[in-house]
C-alpha cells in the first residue's frame, strides 16, 4: 500500500530536478526583451540598439560570402550597417576531406567539408579588440559519380557549414555585444 502511494511522487521527481536545473540559466535570445520600460510599458533589449551597427568586411570568396551573410543576418537582421560601432573582422578557410572509398573502384563515395573561421570583434572608436577566438563546422556530404549531383552536394555542404559556423561565432560575439550595450560608452581618446 505504500509503494503506491510513492509512485506518483517517483514520476514527479525528474520534472522537479529539471526545474530547478533550468532555474539558474541565464541564456536568452539575442535580440529578446530583456524587461518592460516602466515609463513607457514597450519591452526593451540591450542588443535592439546595436541592430544594423556592426559591419563585416567584404568577403573575397563565395566560402567567405557564405559565412559573411549568416552572420550579417544573425546580427543585423536585414538592416544594413549604418554609421557601425563594431567591425567583426574574419577569415575563413575551407577543406574537403574525402572519407570513404567505394569497394572495388576506390572513387570517394562520401567526404568531410570542414569551414574554419578565425574572427576579431574591435571596437571601433578605439579599435579596442573585443572578443577573438576561432570556430569551424564539420558536414558530411555523399558524394557521386553524376556530376551535377556531385557538385551540388559540395554546394550543400558550404552553405550548411556558412550558416552553421555562424552560429557558433554569434555564441562568442553575442555576449561580448551585450556587456557593450550594457556598459557606459568609453571615452574619447584625445588626439594627439
Do not use: H, W
Not at 550597417?81 to 574574419?90: E, I, K, N, Q
Amino acid at each position: 500500500m505504500s509503494s503506491s502511494r510513492l509512485r506518483p511522487a517517483l514520476r514527479l521527481l525528474p520534472l522537479a530536478a529539471a526545474a530547478l536545473l533550468l532555474a539558474g540559466c541565464t541564456s536568452g535570445p539575442l535580440y529578446g526583451a530583456k524587461g518592460i520600460d516602466p515609463a513607457t510599458g514597450a519591452r526593451s533589449s540591450a542588443l535592439v540598439a546595436l541592430k544594423g551597427r556592426v559591419s563585416m568586411p567584404t568577403a573575397q570568396t563565395r566560402t567567405s560570402q557564405v559565412f559573411r551573410n549568416a552572420m550579417l543576418y544573425a546580427l543585423n537582421g536585414a538592416e544594413p550597417a549604418r554609421a557601425p560601432l563594431y567591425d567583426l573582422r574574419y577569415t575563413v578557410t575551407s577543406t574537403d576531406q574525402v572519407s570513404s572509398l567505394e569497394a572495388g573502384t576506390g572513387a570517394p563515395s562520401a567526404s568531410l567539408y570542414r569551414m574554419t573561421v578565425d574572427f576579431d570583434l574591435v571596437r571601433l572608436s578605439d579599435g579596442r579588440s573585443l572578443v577573438k577566438g576561432q570556430r569551424f563546422a564539420l558536414v558530411p556530404y555523399d558524394r557521386t559519380q553524376q556530376l551535377f549531383a556531385a557538385e551540388r552536394a559540395v554546394i550543400d555542404a558550404r552553405d550548411q557549414a556558412g550558416k552553421a559556423v555562424a552560429e557558433r561565432v554569434l555564441t562568442v560575439v553575442a555576449p561580448a555585444l551585450q556587456r557593450e550595450a550594457a556598459s557606459p560608452a568609453p571615452a574619447a581618446t584625445p588626439a594627439k
